[in-house]
């Protein structure tokens, strides 16, 4: 990062970044209201994809709006990154999908069915990295 505190990460290094994270955030609109809710998911073809109960939330509002935003990061002691995903979520329907997102061996987080895959394709993703420290203080 050459001293810089923020650094633009190019699309292959976000992409990286965001396959090494299990957890994240999808961030729809609904009513006018945006609504967040913590996901765990697989990068599968650059694609995000994470699995919902039948009659959950999430389905419903990726079905009522499906222009999202996803999001994950991480950091240590000295640094951190993040990565942003805008784009379509869809429910897979078919069994070639569902057959392509069962080879992804996502397995759900917490107890209960989830049965539904959504898949993101993304229309743009950006990435940042970010040095941790005080702030130049200047007279």
């Known amino acids: ?5 923020m650094e633009v990460l190019s699309a292959d290094e976000s992409w990286n970044l965001l396959s090494s994270r299990t957890l994240g955030r ?14 765990n998911f697989v990068v599968q073809r650059r694609t995000v994809l994470f699995r919902t109960a039948e009659f959950a939330t999430k389905l419903f509002t990726v079905v009522m709006n499906a222009h999202v935003v996803f999001e994950a990061d991480d950091h ?5 990154w993040s990565v942003i995903v805008k784009g379509i979520a869809q429910v897979l329907n078919t069994s070639d999908e569902i057959e392509e997102a069962e080879r992804a061996q996502l397995l759900p987080w917490t107890a209960g069915m989830k049965p539904r895959y ?4 993304p229309t743009e993703i950006s990435g940042r990295r970010f040095r941790f420290g005080s702030a130049a203080v200047t007279d």
């Open 1 to 5: 990062m050459d001293g810089e505190p």
């Open 26 to 39: 999808l961030v729809t609109c609904v009513d006018g209201y945006p609504e967040v809710f913590p996901v």
């Open 76 to 80: 240590t002691v000295s640094e951190g």
């Open 118 to 121: 959504v898949r993101v394709e």
